[in-house]
């Protein structure tokens, strides 16, 4: 009788199992779409979805175009979409490369009841403006939704690729006469406006979005923040920006790029049409992709432009008369992110090459008497170099004095302007600020988190840029095989889950973070192992004159 019944049960059992195995589907405005269904993490993924139209042919150097179709029947987004086009095709182009990139990536916990609405956060990818895509292992998102779920306060993670590079900022007049100016933010808020129309079918709440960004992406998040002068238009509500701001990007105007314009026109034959912008529409692809690659433009690349319009001025003006979004911020910086900026060949020797160095090789405009202040207030002292506590040693093999000049460009860039949002930010919102200061895992073989093997990151790069990514992640294959760098992942993610949720990072069980307001001179948390002391807090007074003079000369990189 048991047998009989059980062999009875057996198609029920498979059908179940069936139906478990199911890929998810979502139903949003334009159509559906089948996602992935992910066991081991109980989520569902929903990669490469269009949130806007193909961005070639006539829609190039074009402000991004909505959907303009749908569908009867299911599509399907198992697979992250093609990288923007860029320079990098071995890196960026796994997933593909071309022109039809504008896709966005969704990755939620599975099961979620009708009435649920979660948080969402939305992942801006770095890559100094100029490459990267959403599908690198980096930005892998399970982990993090995995983790909120552990702490009892899911998320909905996504990310999104956007244009890069002179495709996404090519700046001339004839850009500038045609609107068409500033696309990789525009395509942000693109992005942010497909969120706001169909997050709620896969149980997002529109109403509580979060933009977080490192690197080129912390920019952006800093650009997005001062859009129309501080306009959110409801599309996203608090902000997470890691090792980067507004005012740390260029903003060259039509000197800049007028003749990099033209060269790019004269090289693909439109030097002689009526209107040089509409015939670059008219390129093919390959024909027009090896011109548009920012590593021959020279200097930084192309990058936003003040065009009075989505960044309406510049960004110092528009944070110091309060032009921004007021919306709570955590935001913070690396202890060494001048070593990715400084000359590590062994060239920064002497007092003479610093001082040639800064007047002429960073895009600063500094005048002489200004550089020579600079120099006096960071002097050649290896002990208060960077990297940070390293004492006397110099690092000689990379340049008997490049711990001093990763010193000033770290604060330049970095330090500094992140000293001067806080500051700015903590008036009107409740600002956390960390400094993260744990060296990151270098992993030899890029093996899975089931076999690590690789050491910390070399001494003379210190807590470098980038590093702490991999610590919010929650990705095991990133963040290292040590207890402690698990504990202080564990810590970390936490936090910015915790801020997702309702704009604190504070949680029981999680070391006290105070709002920067809360100190006279404000306050930092400055996150590190317990091996290294645990994270504490600090006034954040670390080479104050320094990081406060190069913010007064700011205005001087058209910022």
């Not at 956007?162 to 933010?185: C, F, H, P």
């Not at 977080?212 to 409801?234: N, R, V």
């Not at 940070?388 to 460009?409: M, P, V």
Request: proline share 6%.
């Amino acid at each position: 009788m048991r047998s009989r019944l059980l062999r009875k049960a057996l198609p029920l059992l498979h059908l179940i199992a069936a139906t478990l195995a199911t890929d998810p589907i979502v139903k949003v405005i334009n159509g559906s779409y089948s996602g992935l269904f992910l066991p081991q993490f109980k989520q569902e993924l929903f990669l490469g979805i269009p949130y806007a139209q193909d961005t070639g042919g006539q829609n190039r150097f074009l402000i991004p175009q909505g959907l303009n179709e749908s569908w009867e029947g299911v599509r399907t987004a198992k697979q992250y979409g093609n990288a923007c086009p860029d320079n990098e095709l071995a890196a960026d182009g796994v997933y593909g490369m071309s022109e039809n990139c504008l896709s966005i990536n969704i990755v939620k916990p599975a099961g979620l009841k009708a009435h649920e609405k979660l948080p969402v956060v939305l992942w801006i990818h770095g890559g100094s403006y100029q490459v990267g895509t959403s599908g690198l292992p980096n930005y892998n998102l399970t982990y993090l939704v995995q983790r909120s779920v552990e702490i009892g306060k899911p998320i909905i993670g996504a990310s999104i690729n956007y244009r890069k590079g002179g495709w996404g900022m090519l700046y001339s007049i004839e850009v500038q006469g045609s609107g068409n100016t500033n696309l990789a933010l525009r395509d942000m808020r693109k992005g942010l406006a497909w969120i706001s129309e169909n997050i709620a079918t896969f149980g997002g709440d529109k109403n509580s979005v979060t933009i977080w960004g490192e690197s080129a992406g912390s920019f952006a998040i800093g650009q997005l923040l001062l859009s129309y002068g501080g306009k959110t238009s409801g599309l996203f509500h608090r902000s997470i920006q890691e090792s980067g701001s507004a005012t740390t990007a260029w903003y060259n105007g039509s000197s800049w790029y007028q003749p990099i314009y033209n060269k790019i026109v004269s090289q693909v034959n439109c030097s002689d049409a009526i209107d040089t912008l509409a015939c670059l529409r008219t390129i093919p692809y390959e024909t027009i992709y090896p011109f548009l690659d920012s590593s021959k433009v020279g200097g930084p690349g192309f990058y936003p432009t003040v065009d009075g319009d989505i960044i309406p001025n510049y960004p110092t003006e528009l944070i110091h008369s309060g032009r921004f979004a007021h919306i709570p911020h955590l935001y913070g910086t690396n202890s060494d992110e001048g070593t990715d900026n400084a000359p590590a060949d062994g060239v920064i020797n002497t007092d003479d090459d610093v001082y040639f160095y800064l007047l002429n090789s960073t895009g600063f405009d500094f005048p002489p008497s200004t550089v020579r202040e600079i120099m006096r207030l960071y002097p050649d002292d290896p002990a208060l170099g960077i990297p940070l506590n390293t004492g006397d040693e110099r690092f000689a093999e990379k340049g008997y004095q490049y711990k001093r000049i990763a010193a000033i460009l770290g604060d330049a860039f970095y330090h500094a302007t992140r000293l001067d949002d806080a500051r700015n930010y903590a008036k009107y919102s409740p600002t956390y600020i960390y400094r993260f200061n744990t060296r990151g895992f270098v992993n030899s073989t890029n093996a899975t988190y089931l076999d690590l093997t690789g050491s910390l990151a070399p001494a003379y790069k210190g807590v470098a840029h980038f590093t702490e990514v991999a610590f919010v992640m929650a990705n095991p294959q990133f963040v290292g095989p040590w207890p402690e760098h698990k504990q202080l992942s564990d810590q970390m993610s936490a936090q910015w889950v915790n801020f997702i949720n309702g704009g604190s990072p504070n949680a029981e069980g999680l070391p006290e973070w105070p709002k920067y307001s809360d100190g006279k001179s404000g306050l930092n948390l400055v996150l590190q192992t317990k091996q290294q002391g645990g994270s504490y807090v600090e006034e954040d007074t670390y080479r104050l004159a320094g990081r406060e003079y190069l913010t007064k000369w700011a205005r001087r990189r058209h910022v």
